[in-house]
């Protein structure tokens, strides 16, 4: 079973280590022992058949059975959770009796890890160096797994018999699929995942750059930013962030149209597949659409599959096909005339210019999972204000799949009627919202295809100057502007632009291109057009700053460079947009941005 295989894993692993050393023989002895504690192959099937195997599947087996009877409701094969409270007294029984046996296989485990450490100074005159690298690796192995896998354990079960700290949330949950039973436990989470983040991560960097287009949710308001600050931590550094903004340089009023289905039930699945059938067909295809469940995604590929073969329109679909998420999305890249269906991973993050994606429809309002974590971070972060952010920030990151650059054009529609008015923030300011009924909206110029035919105007593209930059803070561009140029010793700010997959770019596609000469002197090197992201903006560091380092980010940045502070300078976030990218060369901009003299 896995406890044995587990055990001559480890057995195998170190035991040529320590056949001299008698003291370390029998803590592994010890631990291969204590190592029976854990759920061995087929747990799964003892603990429903309620013939648990060990300590550990003898308390989940009690975790399952809490589970299955305080559940809400049974959810016909999907998974179940509920909370820790009020417990059932034979799971804290059982937590009892694992405790102890985590701890009889934690302190041998320690005991080793120390046993190992220690022949690494006292046989330092004999170990070869690659003996040595193995010590070293076994021990510190054995050590984490001791000091934070168990000893987290124990905490948790510790906390069964109390109050769960005030930083975390603990339940109990029931994983299944299609009804199949895939895993079962006690689970904890963070409140605010970015406590544990800020003081590991961001306070010993030099700088942090959080880059997103959604970093806030669209709607311009404090709470906004307030949100942005939460989500990325920053409020939890010594000094406040610094904000500025600068507008999109897409047209997106002209380029986009969000159309919201009035006549339509949400959860008629018949109802919401002849939706999507119509709207791709009316298409030709070019669409990709999202679901907030994989049932929902299933049972509408099940409806629309035969119409769209019959019209000669490709239909991808994640979860269904046998095809990784990265190859369905290059095979709608690829295809202009293809069908893509997908859930959140399709949402957030998926680059697919021109007419390969020109019609985005969403099934509903894709409103966060009211689970148990979900709860406990709403209360945290400020009730209802909180869901609505991030229900707009979901809407604003599919939209944002549509407009890639300068001459896309593109439709999103919305098959719920029940979208609140307060959720449309979401959209750029300027785009037109129409509720309507399904035959009106499949009987617009975008869906119907009637720009191809010239009958409606060509897109604008935008304005190719300098966008201009909002100031959220008084001072706030000045104090940038010094921040980086003169007292941090950044060097330059170097604007990237990348044009279309023209026949000229592709001719240079191999070409080096030159970064300006202080970038260059600055230790980054050249940049090849290729490497670069489409639209972005690279900052380049002074080697004084541990060592050159090159940030390339999408439009928007977040930048706290809370390390700094012993320089006297209060944390920043930059959020920002470059201009329009050029169609049909590469360009590189110096930002008048500089190292102050003697820096």
């Known amino acids: 079973g896995g406890r044995r295989s587990r055990a001559r894993g480890l057995r195998r692993r170190i035991e040529d ?52 009877a305080r559940a809400p409701e049974d959810r016909a094969g999907y998974s179940l959770e509920c909370a820790t409270r009020p417990l059932d007294p034979r799971v804290l029984e059982a937590a009892n009796t694992l405790d102890r046996a985590l701890r009889h296989l934690q302190q041998p485990m320690r005991a080793l890890a120390q046993q190992l450490g220690k022949r690494l100074e006292t046989d330092a005159d004999v170990l070869d160096t690659q003996t040595r690298i193995r010590i070293e690796a076994v021990s510190r192995g054995i050590a984490r797994r001791a000091e934070m896998e168990i000893a987290y354990w124990r905490d948790m079960l510790a906390s069964l018999h109390g109050d769960t700290p005030e930083d975390f949330v603990d339940w109990m949950a029931l994983e299944r699929v299609d009804g199949r039973e895939l895993d079962v436990g006690l689970y904890r989470h963070w409140k605010d995942p970015m406590r544990p983040f800020v003081d590991v991560v961001a306070k010993p960097a030099h700088g942090i750059v959080v880059t997103s287009a959604t970093l806030t949710d669209g709607t311009g308001t404090v709470e906004s930013w307030a949100g942005a600050e939460a989500r990325t931590g920053t409020r939890h550094l010594p000094k406040p962030a610094f904000r500025v903004r600068v507008p999109s340089p897409f047209d997106y009023a002209a380029q986009t149209r969000v159309m919201i289905v009035t006549d339509l039930a949400r959860d008629d699945m018949d109802q919401i597949a002849g939706a999507y059938r119509a709207l791709f067909l009316a298409a030709k295809g070019g669409a990709l659409g999202l679901f907030t469940a994989i049932s929902r995604l299933r049972a509408v590929h099940r409806r629309i599959a035969p119409a769209l073969e019959q019209a000669g329109i490709d239909l991808l679909a994640q979860h269904v096909d046998a095809i990784n998420t990265a190859t369905l999305i290059d095979i709608f890249r690829g295809e202009e005339d293809a069908c893509l269906l997908g859930t959140d991973a399709l949402r957030d993050g998926v680059d697919v210019p021109g007419r390969a994606l020109r ?24 009730g209802a204000e909180f869901e609505d952010q991030l229900t707009r920030l979901k809407l604003k990151q599919a939209f944002g799949r549509l407009i890639r650059r300068a001459d896309d054009r593109g439709v999103f529609v919305l098959l719920d009627k029940q979208m609140p008015s307060r959720l449309l923030g979401a959209f750029p300011e300027g785009v037109a919202v129409q509720r309507i009924g399904l035959k009106q909206a499949i009987g617009t110029d975008l ?39 003169d007292e941090l010793g950044w060097k330059e700010v170097v604007e990237v632009r990348r044009g ?67 320089l006297g300078l209060a944390p920043f976030v930059v959020k920002s947009t470059p201009p329009a990218p050029s169609h049909n060369q590469n360009v590189y901009t110096p930002w008048p941005w500089r190292r102050a003299p003697g820096a």
């Open 447 to 485: 869906i119907a295809g009637r720009e191809e035919r010239g009958e409606i105007g060509e897109p604008s593209v935008g304005d190719r100057s300098r966008p201009a930059v909002h100031d959220h803070e008084p001072g706030g561009i000045a104090r940038l502007r010094r921040a980086l140029g």
């Open 500 to 566: 279309k997959h023209s026949k000229e770019a592709k001719g240079r596609k191999n070409k080096t291109a030159q970064t300006p000469n202080r970038a260059n002197r600055s230790g980054a090197g050249p940049m090849a057009p290729s490497a670069l992201p489409p639209v972005g903006v690279s900052l380049l560091r002074p080697r004084a700053l541990s060592g050159v380092r090159r940030f390339r980010t999408a439009p928007f940045r977040l930048c706290a460079p809370s390390a700094l502070r012993p």
């Open 17 to 68: 280590l320590v056949l001299d050393d008698v003291e370390a023989l029998r803590l592994l002895e010890e631990i291969v022992t204590a190592a029976r504690a854990l759920p061995g192959e087929g747990w799964h099937q003892r603990i429903a058949d309620g013939l648990p195997g060990s300590p550990t599947e003898a308390f989940l087996a009690t975790v399952r059975l809490q589970v299955l």
């Open 359 to 382: 019609l985005m429809v969403f099934d509903r309002v894709p409103w966060p999972r009211p689970d148990i974590l979900h709860k406990a971070r709403k209360e945290a972060f400020g």
